[in-house]
């Protein structure tokens, strides 16, 4: 387990820009129009239900550096559970893990990932790196696209695996800009894509969080049997509104966290 919370977020960035070049330059076009440091409002991680690899595994890196657990969310349509984790310390960014429920998925989607799992090493999900790690397998195209046409969750974890699928500026701790709308509309002006599905802000200042993303960038991989370019990770942006009780709203909100995931759609 990592021994400290800024070296894991570095890894986790590091691993994250590699695969999302826009996301790097995003970054670097809202620090320069700041003229100041961009904050990491929350990542997300996504696994898959089995007990090697499930989110309580995965939330125990987080909880070894002091986070505890937060709300918890059901995404029925997508078979989907996940739990956010937050620290007492206010700099540190949220963590958002969902999990794949595959015992309500197919026979033929468990199959698929049964023999994907079964070729994690039990020791490499602790493993300080284990979160940054990618796949831990070896799959072919066309049981990429068999998951794909049922589960486009489980084909984005069978071709990228452990790495985080997204990062989110803190609009809130913008100087420049104080609306998921303005954010929107400079990369739009700047050629990216916003994820429209719900809308292009997702919440509203009465659920106490708006939030938008890009659509992932697509990135050629290196199947088994072949290379294809498949959407691989995206840039969020989130705005938090205070609770009566003056503090910022901490959570998430389910119907905008449904809509946040299908921004690696690739038909989109």
């Known amino acids: 387990m990592h021994s400290d919370r800024t070296t894991l977020f570095r890894h986790l960035w590091d691993n994250y820009r590699q695969v999302t070049p826009s996301a790097e330059e995003i970054h670097r076009l809202l620090a320069d129009t700041q003229g100041g440091e ?32 937060g709300g918890e969310y059901h995404f029925e349509a997508k078979k989907l559970y996940a739990k956010h984790f937050e620290h007492d310390d206010p700099t540190a960014p949220k ?18 990932v049964h023999k994907l799992v079964d070729q994690v090493e039990p020791a490499s ?17 066309d049981a990429y696209q068999q998951l794909l046409n049922e589960s486009e969750y489980a084909a984005w974890m069978a071709a990228w695996g452990y790495r985080a699928n997204h990062f989110t500026v803190s609009v809130n701790q913008l100087a420049r800009f104080h609306t998921v709308e303005e954010i929107n509309e400079v990369l739009k002006g700047e050629g990216y894509v916003i994820n429209s599905s719900g809308g292009e802000v997702k919440g509203s200042p ?17 199947f088994r049997d072949q290379t294809r370019t498949i ?23 389910a119907a905008s966290a449904d809509k946040i995931f299908e921004s690696t759609n690739a038909g989109m």
């Open 38 to 69: 961009i904050v990491n409002d929350h990542i997300a991680l996504r696994t898959f239900n089995l007990e090697k690899v499930n989110l309580s595994k995965l939330a125990e890196h987080f909880l070894a550096l002091g986070y505890t657990e």
């Open 95 to 112: 963590v958002f893990i969902s999990e794949l429920l595959v015992e309500k998925c197919s026979p033929e989607l468990q199959a698929v």
């Open 125 to 141: 999900v602790s493993a300080d790196n284990f979160l940054h790690s990618g796949t831990h397998w070896q799959v072919d195209y």
């Open 206 to 222: 009465e659920e106490l969080l708006e939030q938008s993303s890009t659509m992932a960038d697509r990135i050629e991989v290196t």
């Open 231 to 253: 959407p691989s990770c995206f840039y969020e942006f989130a705005r938090r509104y205070p609770k009566p009780d003056g503090q910022l709203y901490s959570g998430f909100v």
